[in-house]
């Protein structure tokens, strides 16, 4: 959904709402930006990054997640040192079941 690439410095990623949502309007369905639920909803490859004040819901089907059996990630590290990300809200709903998945396990990934 957002992607900070090149070794991106000092962003302030700050008061958005990233949703990931099984689209309803007709003609974007089967379209998607060809990344993987792996690539995250927010993916930052630099240092000195500013994540804040954000709220994060992914609300997927559970067979519509790519690779097959994979967790979604919601903020994948790239690369970089001292991002930070003070008060920042993260939901997770899968349709089987159905639950909220707490911040504290959802999945940082540093590559």
Known sequence: MLN??????ENLVATNHFLRDHEPWTPFLGVDNGLDDLNGLLCVSGSNNSVVGNHFSEIIDSQSIRPTGATPVIIRLIAGLATSSPTTMWWRWTS?????TPASRLRWTLC
Request: proline share 9%.
């Open 96 to 100: 089987a079941p159905r639950q909220v």
């Open 4 to 9: 900070l690439a090149g070794n991106s410095s």
